[in-house]
């Protein structure tokens, strides 16, 4: 196989990946809303991590780690072609940002399984831009 069509095979298993950890967060949000079982699993997962872990410094990492990627890529931009793309995807992050920030375990039980789909989201999402813009 060709480098450009392992390129294009690879882009596409990345977006898949990661519209597949859009759908989780989306699932993990819905079953606790509907599943009593659900939510019972969740909530013993909460207590458990916020007993063991420093939750509050991870929360933290993220909403960092995730302004990083967008500040990494507004300095990026340069060509015309590329601006829209990064716009949109520096969107996103901050939407996955700010839903970090702002939303804790009282709007929704599956608050740090969907932080955590939503850091992996941002994360791929801008080594996937990362990626496509460079020079092979």
Known sequence: MTNKRKNK??????????????????????????KLGMIRH???LNGKWESNYPMGIFRIA??????FFIFLQMIRIRKRKERLTTL??????FCCAGFIFWMNTDWSRAYYLMSICLVIYGVLLNLWLILQNRKI
């Open 62 to 67: 993220a909403i960092v780690l995730l302004l």
């Open 88 to 93: 949109f995807i520096c969107l996103l992050t």
């Open 9 to 34: 095979i690879g882009s596409f298993l990345v977006l898949f990946v990661v519209q597949l950890l859009l759908l989780g967060a989306f699932a993990f949000h819905y079953f606790t809303k509907k």
């Open 42 to 44: 969740v909530v013993y």
